[in-house]
């Protein structure tokens, strides 16, 4: 089962920028957006998967790990049910698969810090590739 979609990768040169996508999926059995954080992660082929931004659904909170500072902006639209990654000034290191999750606070806060996500999070999308070339 698949409880979350992502949307919106693709292949850009460096520099470019790309909208990522995140929203429960019609299979969903539960609302995953309500009392829920939402976060973004990547795959890289150097990496294993680590966050890179947060937001919590209540309230709006935002939580960016370094990697992401001053490049990406993670915001949810009006009705909450679509979260967005905007990422500017693409780099080829940023290559890899995109994944959304559902999970607590305490996710956000990890994925700030750099922590683990392990026991935070509920609820995974099945990734969006991106490839940035040089």
């Known amino acids: 089962q698949v409880d979350l979609v992502e949307s919106g990768g693709g292949s850009v040169q460096a520099g470019g920028s790309l909208i990522l996508s995140c929203a429960p999926s019609?299979?969903?059995?539960?609302?995953?957006?309500?009392?829920?954080?939402i976060g973004w992660f990547r795959q890289t082929a150097t990496t294993e998967r680590e966050g890179v931004a947060a937001?919590?659904?209540?309230?709006?909170?935002?939580y960016y790990h370094n990697s992401a500072k001053g490049r990406f902006t993670i915001s949810q639209d009006s009705t909450k049910t679509t979260v967005f990654l905007q990422m500017t000034s693409l780099k080829p290191e940023d290559t890899g698969m995109y994944y959304c999750?559902?999970?607590?606070?305490?996710?956000?806060?990890?994925?700030?810090?750099?922590?683990?996500?392990?026991?935070?999070?509920?609820?995974w999308g099945q990734g969006t590739q991106v490839a940035v070339s040089s």
């Open positions: 999750a559902a999970g607590d606070s305490g996710m956000a806060i990890a994925i700030m810090f750099g922590g683990s996500t392990q026991s935070s999070v509920g609820y």
């Open positions: 019609e299979t969903a059995t539960v609302n995953i957006f309500t009392n829920y954080c």
């Open positions: 937001t919590c659904i209540e309230g709006g909170a935002t």
